[in-house]
């Protein structure tokens, strides 16, 4: 049996894509757990309900606690005071990504917060439907997608291969 990609991964944001992103990680096995964090308790009890992921916080510190991939699934304006929020509970060597569609826009919001020691790699998955919400996601929904990856000069290439073999 092959290891896992990744021992946690965090994702921030259940909705269409982060849902999506979960059931496709539970289908090819790439992590051993995935931590779920939403801001809303409906939405939380409903990716329960779903069995999205397997542990689920309310609190943003208390996912990404220990995640070696962080994954942003939140609305583009949300992401720079997530970044600031859950920065100081990331972990040393923790790569985070996110799949926000304007790329400029997130890498500004993020560069003063991310941790000397950790790695972004910023993407963004060509995939969608019209329908929202945690119960929207279904593990087939990337695949045959392009998902465009656009890290900066000089990122860690160990990273951005991990996480062009999660797309």
């Known amino acids: 049996m092959t290891a896992p990609l990744f021992d946690r991964v965090s994702l921030l944001g259940i909705g269409l894509i982060g849902s999506s992103i979960a059931l496709s990680i539970r289908r090819g096995a790439l992590a051993r757990h995935i931590a779920i964090y939403t801001r809303r308790q ?87 439907t019209e329908n929202s919400g945690p119960e929207a996601g279904f593990a087939e929904l990337f695949d045959g997608r392009w998902c465009i990856l656009t890290p900066e000069n000089g990122v860690d290439e160990a990273a951005v291969d991990k996480i062009a073999d999660l797309w």
């Open 42 to 128: 409906e939405t939380l009890d409903r990716a329960r309900e779903l069995n999205l992921g397997d542990s689920y916080h309310a609190d943003v510190m208390e996912a990404v606690t220990n995640a070696d991939l962080v994954i942003f699934c939140v609305p583009l304006g949300a992401n720079a005071g997530l970044i600031k929020d859950c920065a100081p509970g990331l972990s040393k060597g923790a790569i985070l990504s996110d799949v926000g569609s304007c790329k400029r826009s997130v890498i500004n919001d993020f560069a003063p917060h991310i941790p000397d020691d950790t790695v972004f790699v910023p993407a963004h998955p060509v995939a969608g």
